[in-house]
C-alpha cells in the first residue's frame, strides 16, 4: 500500500521549524553568555592602574565626565582588551578566594559600560547594548547582563548588586576605586551607603518613604542579611543611612527616618518608585 508522501510545502516547513530552533537555541547560549570567543595572543595584561586612571573621570556623585573619560580613552582601552585573554569564564577555579572573583566581575562589568558610555547617542540604558552586546572575556563571549546575571546577582548579596553600575542614574553609585578582593566587604558596605544617600533611591514625603523598586527587587536578599530579632526593609535602609547630611545634601539621615516613623518601622509606609534609567554622565 503506498502512503502519500509530503509534500514541498510541508517539508519547507519542517525546514523552517529546525533551522527556527537552531537560531533560538544559538541566541540563548549567547545572552547567557555560553558562546565560545578566541583568545588573542596579543592582549595585553590586565594591570589594575590601567582601570584606576579611568575612574578618575567619575565624581563624587558618580556622575561620568566623559571629556576626562575620552582622555584616558586608551587605558580604559587596555584594560578591556586584556579581559580577553584571562579565563574566569571557562576556568572556575581561576580565583584564589569568592571575594576576588566578585571583584573582578564588577570590575570588568565597570570597565565595560565605561567603555560603551564613551559611544552613547542617547540618554538611556537601552543605549548601550546591554543584552545584545558581546564582549571576549577568557575564551567566552559575555554581555554586560550575563556578567551580572551570572556572577553577581548569583552571589547572593544584595550589596553586590547595589555596587553594579550599569551606566544609569538609578542603580549602582560608581565609585572612584577598583574592587580589590582583599577589602571587597567594606567595599561593597560603602557601595550600599552610596545608593541610599542618593535622594532619587530614598526620601521622605511626610511619614511615607519613598524607596527606589530595586530594594523591592533585593528584599529577600536584605531580610535574609538582617541579624535575629530584625525583620523590616527599613531596618537595612537604616543602618546605611549617614548620621549627618551635611556633606550630601538632600539626603535622608537616620535621624529623619526616626522622626517619621518613630521606633515602629511597620507602621511606616512605604511607596516603590520606578528606577532612574537616565546615563549618570556630564559632557
Known amino acids: 500500500m503506498n502512503h502519500p508522501q509530503p509534500g514541498p510545502w510541508f517539508r519547507r516547513g519542517v525546514y523552517s521549524l529546525a533551522a527556527g530552533l537552531v537560531v533560538s537555541s544559538a541566541l540563548a547560549l549567547y ?35 566623559l571629556a576626562q573619560l575620552k582622555a584616558h580613552h586608551a587605558a580604559l582601552e587596555r584594560y578591556v582588551q586584556a579581559l580577553a585573554r584571562v579565563a574566569p569564564a571557562t576556568e572556575p577555579d581561576h580565583f584564589a578566594t569568592t571575594d576576588d572573583k566578585l571583584a573582578y566581575w564588577l570590575n570588568a562589568l565597570h570597565a565595560l559600560v565605561l567603555f560603551d558610555l564613551l559611544d552613547v547617542r542617547g540618554s538611556r540604558a537601552n543605549d548601550l547594548g546591554w543584552v545584545w552586546r558581546g564582549w571576549p572575556i577568557g575564551g567566552a563571549r559575555l554581555t554586560r547582563a550575563a556578567i551580572v546575571r551570572r556572577y553577581l546577582e548569583a552571589s547572593g548579596d544584595a550589596r553586590v548588586v547595589l555596587a553594579a553600575f550599569t551606566g544609569t542614574k538609578g542603580r549602582g553609585v560608581l565609585d572612584g576605586a577598583p574592587f580589590d578582593g582583599a577589602t571587597l566587604d567594606p567595599q561593597l558596605d560603602d557601595a550600599a551607603r552610596r545608593f541610599l544617600r542618593a535622594p532619587r533611591n530614598v526620601r521622605l514625603e511626610n511619614d511615607v518613604v519613598h524607596l527606589s523598586s530595586l530594594l523591592h527587587d533585593l528584599e529577600p536578599e536584605l531580610l535574609a542579611a538582617l541579624p535575629p530579632g530584625r525583620h523590616h526593609l527599613l531596618q537595612v535602609v537604616w543602618a546605611y543611612l549617614p548620621e549627618s547630611c551635611d556633606a550630601h545634601p538632600g539626603c535622608v539621615s537616620r535621624g529623619d527616618l526616626d522622626h517619621a516613623c518613630g521606633s515602629a518601622f511597620d507602621a511606616c509606609p512605604l511607596k516603590w518608585e520606578p528606577v532612574d534609567d537616565e546615563l549618570a554622565v556630564t559632557h
Open 31 to 65: 545572552v547567557d553568555g555560553r558562546w565560545p570567543a578566541r583568545v588573542p595572543d596579543d592582549a595585553p595584561p590586565l594591570v589594575m592602574a590601567d582601570l584606576l586612571e579611568a575612574l578618575t573621570a567619575v565624581d563624587s556623585h558618580g556622575q561620568v565626565d
